[in-house]
């Protein structure tokens, strides 16, 4: 089968190469997945589980990518919960071979099914954007109706699903980024977007939570907005400054079922639109990682289309 690999940790996004890889083996609880849309983070190159395994051993050549929309085709050793030829969407683990492949094997429990009215590159582009969204405001942040909302980054990946979420649960929302991203903030549910290139952050007032995506001084002036009880939550890097009265967490995104196919449903209903803002080819992938103009939203790669996946 044809994979996106791995192999030189110093050759960057030039080191992502078409291969030809041996069909995956299913270990107990996995499942095969045909993968018909994959995702992936730029950043993913930077991360440990890309080049080691759980016990830190080297584990290139690695397949890229850890998100995937597919079909299952096979069920490992006393897998339970999904069916061959059921479609699913989810994350895959952070340091086993991922989504850019045709074929990937993957815990069942990271997965949930797809229903027929979610186009695979839109549940391709949910796990890791909504699953961290969620985390970061309703697990670690416990956010509440009524409460003030500062989510940067709003425009990309994580944020933009961020806004939706925290606008539904009845908080009020404060979006920044860029100065071309404020429409679409706005549009995304924000009641007020500040532009961190003109504005100080400070603009924000206030805040019961601050979601950071940035890191570095966003983060650190940020804090300090943090109202008492509150919390600040960074998904960028460890923080190394507190809220004077409130928490910081600083997290790892975990595969959830349940929150995963919360997020289906409230794709289904139209009440969550993660923005796809590319859909390219496998072969592609080197490019995607590192495009020539800037992309609003998640870049795909379609690996296989659904017809494609019905062939024997
Ligand atoms: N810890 C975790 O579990 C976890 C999970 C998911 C993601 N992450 C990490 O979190 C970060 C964000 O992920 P993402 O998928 O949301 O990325 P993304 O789609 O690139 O979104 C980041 C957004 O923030 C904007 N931005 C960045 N720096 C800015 C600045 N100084 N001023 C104004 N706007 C700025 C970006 O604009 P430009 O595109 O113009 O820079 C973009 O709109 C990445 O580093 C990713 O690796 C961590």
């Given at each position: 089968m044809q994979a996106i690999t791995v192999r030189d940790r110093d050759a960057g996004v030039g080191g992502l190469t078409l291969t030809e890889l041996p069909y995956?083996?299913?270990?107990?609880?996995?499942?095969?997945?045909?993968?018909?849309?994959?995702?992936?983070?730029?950043?993913?190159?930077?991360?440990?589980?890309?080049?080691?395994?759980?016990?830190?051993?080297?584990?290139?050549?690695s397949v890229a990518g850890h998100e995937l929309a597919g079909v299952v085709v096979e069920l490992g050793y006393g897998t339970t919960g999904l069916t061959?030829?059921?479609?699913?969407?989810?994350?895959?683990?952070w340091s086993r071979d991922g989504s850019l492949a045709q074929y990937t094997a993957v815990e069942a429990r990271n997965l949930a099914p797809l229903a027929t009215d979610i186009d695979d590159a839109v549940a391709a582009a949910l796990p890791i954007s909504g699953l961290t969204a969620w985390q970061a405001l309703f697990v670690h942040a416990g956010l509440a109706t009524g409460q003030?909302?500062?989510?940067?980054?709003?425009?990309?990946?994580?944020?933009?699903?961020?806004?939706?979420?925290?606008?539904?649960?009845?908080?009020?929302v404060i979006g920044t980024g860029r100065s071309c991203d404020?429409?679409?903030?706005?549009?995304?549910?924000a009641h007020a977007f500040v532009d961190l290139g003109a504005d100080p952050v400070e603009d924000a007032g206030e805040v019961d939570v601050v979601l950071d995506v940035i890191g570095g001084e966003v983060l650190e002036r940020s804090?300090?907005?943090?109202?008492?009880?509150?919390?600040?939550?960074?998904i960028a890097m460890p923080p190394t400054v507190r809220p004077k009265d409130g928490r910081?967490?600083?997290?790892?995104?975990?595969?959830?079922?349940?929150?995963?196919a919360h997020l289906a449903q409230r794709v289904?209903?139209?009440?969550?639109?993660?923005?796809?803002?590319?859909?390219?080819?496998?072969?592609?992938?080197?490019?995607?990682f590192a495009p020539r103009r800037r992309i609003p939203g998640k870049t795909i790669i379609q690996v296989a289309t659904e017809q494609e996946g019905k062939r024997p």
């Open positions: 995956p083996h299913a270990a107990e609880n996995d499942v095969i997945v045909r993968v018909h849309a994959a995702g992936f983070t730029p950043g993913e190159l930077d991360w440990p589980g890309t080049w080691t395994d759980r016990a830190g051993r080297d584990r290139t050549p061959v030829g059921q479609r699913v969407f989810g994350l895959t683990d003030t909302v500062l989510v940067h980054g709003a425009a990309g990946g994580v944020g933009s699903i961020a806004v939706q979420l925290a606008n539904a649960v009845g908080a009020r404020r429409d679409v903030v706005l549009g995304l549910g804090t300090a907005l943090v109202r008492a009880g509150g919390t600040l939550v960074t910081a967490v600083f997290f790892v995104v975990e595969p959830d079922r349940s929150q995963l289904r209903e139209g009440r969550l639109k993660p923005i796809v803002g590319a859909v390219r080819p496998l072969a592609e992938t080197a490019d995607a």
